[in-house]
């Protein structure tokens, strides 16, 4: 049988990743991560695509020799068409499309957030389907019913922020820098979970979710207590951590405890890059104990995005013949609050 060899590409925000992917294993994936943002306190497009171009062709050349191929042995070229911003996505696709026209290789066109949540068949053990996967990055925060790897279905999802910029946005009011998601969740670990206690905003449709309200309870919260202590970030700020991420954490495991009841599934997994918080980790083991739930929780490197969600996903339109033509564009769609505002 013939071996099928795929290298994939991803680049819809601020990491420039490459992985190749042989009969549906995940040979190497390589991520180089973008620290110019830092002093921005959020991700500036501009930057974030002059960084891609800068690291595109190492990290390929690297994902190539770390999986032992060389670019003859590959059978087709895949990479991330949305969503994402439009600057980063250009790259990544231009990329690809002149690698694979070089080549006479065909392309194959990835949709992010459902490689978020085919990341869970790149190592055993994959679930079942159907399943139920939250996915919660800095753009989405989605509950999707995977029926099959290529049919799923988008049950209930964020009517404003996503899960990724409640803990950005409330980690930078912190005075935490960008992206502050895993910092929050480093302080956490030592406070209070119940020492402050927050909004939880509510949706009206019974899966979706609603965070914004959370970000103003905690703002003005943070201005009554330091208008009356300036030093009271600096003296409670492992409580304050503990309690924003308790909060996030219950509102989207409320709604996927509803969600799986409703739909009499035991097979529940999370993904995105909020699926690396120890809160939302430890908390989902928990529930499933409780629930005699199988839980599916993505090892980190996976988590956050990586080429090796987008190698695994091709691998699955590929065996479905699902190619695209040379003339595909990306696909931007992008809520404006993944950006920074200047
Ligand atoms: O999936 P991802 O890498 O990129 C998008 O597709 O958006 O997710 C990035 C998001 C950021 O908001 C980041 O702060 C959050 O995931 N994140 C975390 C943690 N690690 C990453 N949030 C909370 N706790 C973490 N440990
Ligand atoms: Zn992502």
Same mark, same amino acid.
Request: glycine fraction near 10%; charged fraction near 15%; charge should be positive.
């Given at each position: 049988m013939q071996n099928i060899s795929i290298l994939a590409i991803e680049s819809s925000c601020d990491d420039t990743s490459a992985a190749v992917v042989v009969n549906g294993k995940v040979l190497s994936n390589v991520t180089a991560s973008q620290q &110019?943002?830092? *002093?921005?306190?959020?991700v500036v497009p501009e930057l974030a695509s002059r960084a891609h171009q800068q690291n595109i062709v190492p990290v390929v050349d690297k994902a190539l020799k770390d999986a032992g191929i060389n670019k003859q042995q590959l059978n087709a070229i895949a990479f991330t068409r949305g969503p994402g911003l439009i600057g980063s996505l250009l790259v990544?696709?231009?990329? *690809?499309?002149?690698?694979?026209? *070089? $080549?006479g290789l065909p392309i194959i066109t990835v949709n992010h957030m459902q490689a978020h949540v085919l990341a869970h068949f790149i190592d055993e053990p994959v679930p079942n389907f159907p399943f139920l996967c939250l996915t919660v990055s800095g753009g989405h925060t989605q509950i999707v019913l995977v029926k099959d790897y290529l049919n799923m279905e988008l049950v209930g999802e964020s009517i404003d922020d996503a899960a990724g910029e409640a803990f950005d946005k409330t980690a930078k009011m912190l005075g935490l820098p960008y992206p502050g998601g895993p910092l929050l969740d480093k302080y956490a670990q030592t406070g209070n979970p119940l020492a402050f206690k927050f909004a939880q905003p509510k949706a009206h449709r019974p899966f979706d979710f609603s965070f914004s309200g959370l970000k103003t309870s905690v703002l003005y919260f943070l201005q009554k207590q330091t208008a009356e202590n300036?030093?009271? &970030? @600096? @003296?409670n700020l492992a409580d304050i951590c503990a309690s924003v @991420?308790?909060? #996030? &954490?219950? #509102?989207?495991?409320?709604? $996927? @405890?509803?969600? *799986?009841k409703h739909f009499q599934i035991k097979q529940i997994a999370i993904a995105g890059g909020v699926s690396a918080n120890s809160g939302l980790r430890t908390a989902l083991t928990e529930l499933g104990k409780k629930h005699a739930w199988s839980v599916f929780i993505p090892q980190f490197q996976y988590c956050t995005d990586n080429a090796g969600m987008i190698a695994i996903t091709a691998h699955y339109l590929y065996l479905q013949g699902q190619f695209a033509s040379q003339d595909v564009t990306p696909w931007h769609v992008l809520p404006f609050s993944y950006m920074i505002h200047i």
């Open positions: &110019v943002h830092e *002093a921005f306190g959020g990544g696709t231009s990329f *690809a499309k002149g690698f694979a026209l *070089a $080549l300036p030093d009271f &970030v @600096q @003296q @991420q308790y909060t #996030i &954490v219950k #509102i989207l495991l409320d709604k $996927l @405890q509803k969600a *799986a």
